[in-house]
């Protein structure tokens, strides 16, 4: 089955910027929109962006639009997400989930596979 892996969290500043990146293995990702997800302690898990098959639909959650950008190269199985102007709120457990549905999805429960997850911090 399709799985993912997440990298390229950390500590960062407020007002810095990371690269999340999403690889997947077993299966091309070229049959899968993928979504980020995030949960911070003591809240549910929430969408903040999701992105096409093909990367022609993006979405964002309002809380990080204009902020955070969602991008894909099918040719490598990768999906990133670019997040500037980082804000203490942003600090949670970041996801990236796969789903077969057409389009961009935030629907947790769409999703089939998940990875495993990395911490973003931003503190001072």
């Known amino acids: 089955q399709l799985q993912l892996v997440e990298s390229g969290g950390g500590l960062v500043q407020p007002g810095g910027s990371l690269r999340l990146s999403c690889a997947a293995s077993r299966f091309t990702l070229d049959y899968y929109a993928i979504g980020w997800f995030r949960q911070a302690p003591g809240k549910e898990r929430e969408g903040v962006s999701c992105?096409?098959?093909?990367?022609?639909?993006?979405n964002y959650a309002d809380s990080v639009k204009g902020r955070f950008t969602i991008s894909r190269d099918n040719a490598k199985n990768m999906v990133y997400l670019q997040m500037n102007s980082l804000k203490p709120e942003d600090t949670a457990f970041y996801y990236c989930?796969?789903?077969?549905?057409?389009?961009?999805?935030?629907?947790?429960?769409?999703?089939?596979?998940w990875g495993q997850g990395t911490q973003v911090t931003v503190s001072s």
């Open positions: 989930a796969a789903t077969r549905v057409l389009g961009c999805s935030w629907y947790r429960s769409e999703y089939d596979y």
């Open positions: 992105i096409s098959r093909s990367g022609g639909i993006t």
